[in-house]
């Protein structure tokens, strides 16, 4: 269990992380005015698949004898949330040193 909720923290954390990111990519490096309504929503859309990791993992706890069939664990789908929003991340990071470093080139 206590797995369990580290891995829906760092879920969470990465969903954070992304949206962060999103704003300073937007705002700082790209100069599009912010928007209350794009960043409600983002965060919204953040939540939403989280929390839908996370059913999708309840509800697969719930079925040992498939988790055996299949042979996935429950954390494994979890670890696919984590996996996806680390590399959103990892995009985002890699968009915002380009377009510094474009800035910087004078492009």
Same mark, same amino acid.
């Given at each position: 269990? @206590?797995?369990?909720?580290? =891995? %829906?923290? !760092?879920?969470?954390?990465?969903? %954070?992380v992304?949206?962060?990111? &999103? =704003? *300073?990519?937007? %705002?700082?490096?790209?100069? #599009?005015?912010?928007?209350?309504? $794009?960043l409600?929503?983002? *965060?919204? @859309?953040?939540?939403?698949? &989280?929390? +839908?990791? #996370? /059913?999708?993992n309840?509800?697969?706890?719930?079925?040992? /004898? =498939?988790?055996e /069939?299949?042979?996935? +664990?429950p954390?494994? #789908?979890? /670890? *696919?949330? #984590? +996996?996806?929003?680390? &590399?959103? !991340?990892?995009?985002?990071? $890699?968009?915002?040193?380009?377009? $510094?470093? +474009?800035?910087?080139? &004078? @492009?």
């Open positions: 269990m @206590k797995e369990l909720l580290t =891995m %829906i923290g !760092c879920l969470y954390l990465l969903v %954070i992304n949206i962060v990111l &999103g =704003m *300073v990519y937007t %705002i700082n490096l790209k100069k #599009i005015k912010f928007d209350l309504y $794009k409600l929503n983002g *965060v919204v @859309k953040g939540l939403a698949i &989280g929390f +839908a990791f #996370i /059913s999708l309840f509800v697969w706890m719930q079925f040992p /004898s =498939m988790q /069939s299949f042979g996935v +664990a954390t494994t #789908i979890i /670890s *696919v949330g #984590i +996996a996806y929003y680390f &590399g959103k !991340c990892v995009v985002q990071l $890699k968009n915002m040193i380009e377009e $510094k470093k +474009a800035t910087k080139e &004078g @492009k």
